[in-house]
């Protein structure tokens, strides 16, 4: 049984190009969590997706990025016209059900804007 | 706004020995989750152990086992025997038992430990 699964491990963008995060949760998993993690810091929450559904985004920046999670396929962290803040890891975690407390991570994608 | 404090940047300790990892946070809700993960060099973040606020009796997995104070709002952990595999930065985590948006689906963490075993 894989994990849940991310990819690009290593993203690098220059400033202004778009970056888009994929990741496929544990099989059986319909609830994704995307967080990101500055250097330095713990992870901090962005957005809580079920299938076809954003539920929370409440730790979303409110311009540039955006999530998706399609009936088929992986979910996608997506921003747009990067800047060097971005820079950082984000990780994908994914559970069976809203009520399962425990969430399983990826191992993050490192993304690099230069 | 819940918030988690990790005091100590960084702790070492010698293989074989013991150590404890001290957390703190700050809610105003009855009933919530804490958590403890691991991440290694890595990045992989690896669940070590879980307490339900509502559990009077402390958790415990193998060598670790945490120190949860509810009215002091204090969860601490102890990893026993320390390894050379227990390097790594802990993480301490809150998580609301109410999924009522806001953040409160996901989890809060601190800033994190970074562990140094001493061989």
């Known amino acids: 049984n894989a994990g849940v699964m991310q990819n690009p491990r290593h993203l690098v963008r220059r400033r202004g190009q778009e970056a888009r995060l994929r990741c496929s949760p544990m099989k059986g998993h319909s609830h994704v969590y995307w967080y990101r993690q500055l250097p330095e810091e713990g992870l901090k929450f962005m957005v809580y997706l079920q299938k076809e559904n954003i539920i929370d985004e409440s730790g979303m920046p409110k311009e540039r990025f955006s999530a998706e999670f399609p009936k088929e396929g992986p979910s996608i962290l997506r921003i747009q016209q990067v800047v060097r803040g971005d820079s950082a890891a984000y990780f994908c975690a994914s559970s069976p059900g809203r009520t399962n407390t425990e969430a399983f991570f990826g191992q993050g994608t490192r993304l690099t804007v230069v | 706004a819940q918030t988690v404090t990790q005091s100590q940047p960084e702790m070492s300790v010698q293989e074989a020995e013991t150590v404890t990892l001290s957390c703190t946070y700050d809610?105003?809700?009855?009933?919530?989750?804490l958590f403890w993960y691991k991440q290694p060099p890595s990045r992989q973040m690896i669940l070590v152990i879980r307490q339900e606020a509502y559990k009077q009796q402390n958790a415990t997995e193998n060598r670790f086992s945490v120190n949860f104070q509810k009215a002091a709002k204090s969860f601490s952990l102890k990893i026993s025997d320390s390894q050379l595999g227990d390097a790594a930065m802990y993480f301490c985590a809150y998580r609301s038992a109410n999924n009522l948006g806001g953040g409160a689906d996901g989890l809060t963490f601190g800033k994190g430990t970074h562990l140094i075993i001493q061989p």
């Open positions: 809610t105003s809700e009855s009933d919530y989750y």
